[in-house]
């Protein structure tokens, strides 16, 4: 039985240890208006002043955001305060920017609210008419530059028109467009045939008869335009004596 109960331990440890190794932990400092380092309440509210110590906090690749109980951290529905509840699983879109801010949202700017409690201040996301005394603040974590929410980097570079994975092949589809523009590519032609048509009467050979000219022997020629019966002038009859 003794054996059992080491077992068990030692695997809800190492449960414990799975479950956070993707996280990052820090510690959170406000300025602005107000400033000082982040504590908590024994029921998970953070807070700023009244002597609280630093509270820890770890985030993980999704923007969730767990205290060093392991409790949840939210930001309520009611009053947008940023407390951490036991039991409750840790909402997302929390994220440190590159210069170490704190942000919800991609927004830095959160608000500090007293509580007539030993002189310390809520932390909400906004303001709301259900609390006074409330000034803008920022918090620094002291680690996790880059963490959480839409921080991480992509797995690849978005190219415009589709990733191409290998070599181009001229004349053919490159990788991310539907279809190829080819200089020079297909040309359209249009032949044009010209049919000369002849009608020929039934019989004939088909070959085009010349048309005789008045007057000439030889079809198409003209021949001399002296009328008939006529002799050149300056020419005796034939019998006649000068």
């Known amino acids: 039985m003794k054996n059992f109960a080491t077992l068990a331990a030692f695997a809800a440890g190492g449960n414990a240890l799975v479950s956070r190794a993707d996280s990052c932990c820090f510690h959170l400092t406000a300025s602005g208006a107000a400033s000082g380092t982040v504590g908590q309440l024994g029921d998970g509210q953070n807070r700023l002043g009244g002597g609280l110590a630093a509270a820890s906090f770890c985030i993980d690749s999704n923007g969730a955001i767990t205290d060093?109980?392991?409790?949840?951290?939210?930001?309520?529905?009611?009053?947008?305060?940023?407390?951490?509840?036991?039991?409750?699983?840790?909402?997302?879109?929390?994220?440190?920017?590159?210069?170490?801010?704190?942000e919800y949202q991609g927004d830095s700017t959160f608000?500090?609210?007293?509580?007539?409690?030993?002189?310390?201040?809520n932390i909400y996301t906004t303001e709301s008419s259900s609390v006074t005394g409330c000034s803008s603040i920022t918090l620094a974590a002291d680690?996790?530059?880059?963490?959480?929410?839409?921080?991480?980097?992509?797995?690849?570079?978005?190219?415009?028109?589709?990733?191409?994975?290998?070599?181009?092949?001229?004349?053919?589809?490159?990788?991310?467009?539907?279809?190829?523009?080819?200089?020079?590519g297909p040309i359209s032609i249009t032949v044009t045939t010209t049919v000369i048509q002849s009608n020929c009467a039934a019989g004939s050979s088909g070959v085009p008869i010349p048309i005789p000219i008045p007057g000439t022997s030889v079809p198409g020629?003209?021949?001399?335009?002296?009328?008939?019966?006529?002799?050149?002038?300056?020419?005796?009859?034939?019998?006649?004596?000068?």
């Open 68 to 102: 060093s109980s392991g409790r949840g951290c939210v930001v309520t529905s009611s009053v947008t305060q940023f407390q951490c509840e036991l039991g409750t699983t840790a909402q997302t879109g929390f994220s440190i920017s590159s210069g170490g801010q704190l």
């Open 111 to 121: 608000v500090a609210c007293q509580t007539g409690d030993n002189g310390e201040l």
């Open 143 to 184: 680690s996790c530059s880059g963490s959480g929410a839409g921080a991480g980097g992509q797995s690849s570079a978005s190219v415009p028109g589709g990733a191409a994975s290998g070599t181009g092949v001229p004349g053919g589809v490159s990788p991310g467009q539907s279809s190829a523009s080819i200089p020079g």
């Open 221 to 242: 020629v003209p021949q001399s335009t002296q009328p008939a019966g006529t002799q050149p002038a300056g020419t005796q009859p034939a019998g006649t004596q000068p």
